[in-house]
């Protein structure tokens, strides 16, 4: 049983991307039964134990033997150590494309359960329904809630290349072309790498991730803020981002700033895609701004958000999906200086009684990172769980150091709280 990738999906077989998913327990967890659930998951979703084959020049996910399928991994740990160790460990080239495991103090009472999965076949919505999905499940068995009768292995997921509406071949070539006149006539500036990274010149280095996270109230007065100034809380993020990534540069003056917005698919196919589809599908908006050391953050999110809104009203994420075998010839067509992704608001797992979750957590990881470049995009996860935004920053420490990406989240954090408390008054939220 196997499916040939499509070009999008071709894209992450490289870049060996990960989305890593964790759950902060606390109470008792039955580990036969969440065994179970995530069998009842691999079973539901064969790109989950599937393996990646090459197929002459293209790619082709072929389902695992049953000896070789995912199944839930469990030992006793503490819970920071534990996420930093799977946080760093890829999923094995010629192995299945997910992983489960569940780490537990030796009191039982406090658990950490991370998902990883391979970005091939999935996007950080899909991941999310997967997750929450996954804990449906094991409520269900917990709570003796009736499941769906097995019935066999569905069919694969519809690539979402497949998906879009028809285009001219002519208008997508003039698409291209556009586009590749745009970042050669604008190549954007990165950050460059902090002195300590020299030390990894080997690349030697480990995957740490560098948080903030406003709580609920602040989380309303940016929305707030975002509202009153006509703009989406992605542009104020994304402006915020673009102008700490600029005071890492030298001077005042206006300097060449890439911002890249990926862009889900799924509510603007016709029908609609469910999240519940492990497919990748998403697509991605770059535009390039003259960012000087005083910009003001409100300026820069009228520019991010009116362009993307005009990105989105002409149709061209559409385009911009279609010329995704050219990325691989031409990076720049994905070259920022900030990566601002934008999961919206999203709900947490529902548990049953005797145990909550006090942490949900998404990171994307990848196996590749390349200190001998001397700089790179800065990426940012921003995500909502309930109701409580969170900003990841993961980053290799073979390129920058964590002194360095704890002083670029601070930063960010300060301009965003900054942004938010010149909110107009109003009730805050309290999910």
């Known amino acids: ?12 077989v490289g870049q060996r991307s990960r989305a890593v998913l964790s759950c902060t327990l606390r109470g008792h967890v039955d580990v036969a039964a969440l065994s179970a659930a995530f069998d009842a998951m691999t079973e539901t979703n064969p790109p989950l134990r599937s393996r990646i084959e090459q197929d002459g020049t293209a790619h082709l996910l072929r389902v695992l033997g049953e000896d070789e399928r995912p199944r839930l991994i469990t030992r006793t740990g503490e819970g920071t150590e534990a996420y930093a160790a799977e946080l760093n460990r890829p999923l094995p080239v010629g192995g299945p494309l997910s992983r489960a495991v569940l780490v537990s103090a030796p009191d039982g009472e406090s658990h950490l359960f991370v ?42 997921p519809e690539p979402v290349s497949r998906l879009v509406p028809d285009a001219d071949a002519a208008d997508t070539a003039k698409y291209l072309d556009a586009r590749l006149h745009d970042v050669r006539s604008h190549p954007v500036e990165l950050v460059p790498y902090d ?14 991730v560098r948080r903030l ?28 981002l673009l102008g700490t990534a600029r005071r890492r540069l030298d001077g ?12 889900d698919l799924r509510s603007r196919l016709s029908p609609p895609l469910p999240a519940s589809a492990l497919v990748p599908a998403v697509t ?33 994420h559409f385009h911009e999906l279609r010329i995704t075998p050219e990325i691989p010839r031409t990076p720049a067509l994905q070259l920022a200086t900030v990566i601002v992704t934008n999961m919206g608001v999203v709900p947490g797992p ?17 196996e590749h990172y390349f200190p001998q470049a001397g700089r790179s995009p800065v990426m ?24 360095f990406m704890s002083a670029f989240r601070d930063d960010v954090r300060g301009g965003l709280l900054r942004l938010a408390s010149a909110a107009a008054p109003g009730r805050a939220a309290t999910g």
């Open 252 to 263: 005042d003056g206006p300097r060449t700033l890439g911002c890249l917005s990926p862009v």
């Open 115 to 156: 998902l990883v999965v391979d970005h091939t076949v999935v996007d950080g919505h899909s991941s999310i329904a997967l997750h929450n999905a996954l804990w449906d499940r094991y409520r269900a068995l917990v709570e003796g809630e009736p499941t769906p009768a097995g019935s066999g292995s569905p069919g694969w």
């Open 195 to 208: 002195a300590t990274a020299g030390e990894h010149a080997d690349g030697a280095g480990q995957i740490e």
């Open 350 to 366: 529902r548990l049953p009684a005797g145990l909550r979750a006090a942490d949900v957590r998404l990171v994307p990881a990848r």
């Open 380 to 403: 940012a996860c921003v995500v909502s769980f309930e109701g409580r935004l969170s900003v990841e920053f993961p980053h290799s420490t073979a390129c920058y150091s964590p002194a």
């Open 213 to 240: 996270t406003l709580d609920a109230e602040h989380t309303s007065r940016l929305r707030r803020r975002a509202r009153d100034a006509g703009v989406s809380v992605h542009a104020l993020i994304a402006a915020t």
């Open 1 to 12: 049983m196997h499916r040939a990738l499509c070009p999008v999906e071709t894209l992450y």
């Open 284 to 316: 991605t908006h770059l535009q390039t701004l003259d960012v000087s050391g005083t910009a003001e953050p409100l300026d820069l999110a009228r520019t991010v958000h009116g362009r993307l809104s005009d990105f989105l009203a002409r149709g061209d």
